[in-house]
């Protein structure tokens, strides 16, 4: 190994420490857990696997000298699985829907790790841990409620069951979180990792700007069966399906045509020439505002094609 790897791989392995340091002693800097695998990213692109990995297993060790092993291994965890197979497909120039995919699988592979290690060390499912810590909670806040005299008995009922709802809701919702959650890593470290390297200097395959992308033939035939499918469930009240498997699907579908609504705002902001990207956050964020409409808005563009229909009439003017 060259001293320009050994010496990169400890530069990039005591980042790793810090974020990880940081991200778990300071709770406004949680988020900082998405990034943990961004520096043997940018490691691996400059280095190769080989030094990624070495400098993964010395950020373990590190992390588990502050955090104790079980912490260790879960943020070693990230690093190895996420971080050094991302920075692989860098390594080899793969395309953005790969090393989005490479991302995804990678943190799959950890979540299933974590969620299968709670049976094996707790004897408890984890779902079944979550939503016991859930109702535990929300029966602490009652009992708060009743002995703090702060409603009468007809407001408490009301929250008891506005609470008991709530909890339905997030088991139905539950399996959408788990399934969207390794997406929304991958593409957060794969969209970072891409500014970084373009900034020191390395050219990278990047995704085209969010206007400008379109829905495949194949997908937009495929949710409009899921549509109708749901459509038809709903309209013949089918109760052989369990309502969280439709929920499941149905989330997703709404996701993907709610990023298809974004991309149709700003494209039209493009045909508009209006490019400043203040306006153009604002839009994003008044978007997730009114998310229903967006999906709705969405949903036209698929099927009716809403950006060709005002981009053919600038060119008949």
């Known amino acids: 190994m060259k001293t320009r790897g050994i010496t990169e791989g400890a530069m990039f392995c005591a980042l790793g420490v810090i974020l990880t340091l940081v991200s778990y002693y300071l709770p406004f800097f949680v988020l900082l857990v998405f990034f943990i695998p961004v520096p043997m990213v940018v490691l691996g692109k400059r280095q190769g696997l080989k030094v990624s990995v070495l400098s993964s ?3 373990t060790i590190l992390i588990g000298l502050f955090l104790g092993p079980l912490n260790a291994i879960s943020f070693g965890a990230l690093m190895l699985f996420v971080g050094c197979s991302l920075g692989f497909a860098y390594n080899r120039d793969l395309s953005s829907f790969k090393k989005v995919v490479i991302g ?9 790790a974590v969620v299968a290690s709670y049976e094996l060390v707790m004897g408890i499912g984890f779902t079944s841990l979550l939503f016991q810590t859930l109702e535990q909670s929300t029966s602490e806040v009652m009992t708060f409620y009743e002995t703090a005299n702060l409603m009468d008995a007809e407001q408490l009922a009301i929250a008891k069951t506005t609470m008991e709802k709530n909890i339905e809701m997030m088991k139905l919702v539950l399996p959408s979180a ?9 593409m957060v470290n794969v969209v970072v990792s891409d500014m970084i390297l373009k900034r020191i200097g390395y050219p990278v395959k990047t995704f085209k700007p969010l206007s400008q992308w379109e829905m495949p033939v194949t997908l937009k035939y495929f949710l409009m069966v899921l549509l109708l499918g749901d459509f038809m469930v709903s309209m013949f009240q089918l109760s052989s ?3 969280i498997y439709i929920v499941t699907v149905m989330n997703f579908v709404n996701i993907i045509f709610f990023v298809m609504g974004l991309s149709l705002m700003l494209n039209y902001m493009e045909y508009k020439q209006l490019s400043n990207k203040g306006l153009k956050v604002l839009v994003v964020f008044l978007g997730f ?3 229903s409409i967006v999906t709705i808005v969405g949903v036209a563009d698929t099927y009716i094609g809403i950006r060709r229909i005002f981009r053919r009439e600038s060119q008949i003017k």
């Open 289 to 291: 505002l009114i998310s």
């Open 178 to 186: 788990f399934l969207l959650l390794p997406v929304i890593f991958g």
């Open 104 to 112: 995804v699988l990678g943190f799959s592979i950890l979540l299933i």
């Open 241 to 243: 399906i369990p309502q």
């Open 57 to 59: 297993i010395a950020a």
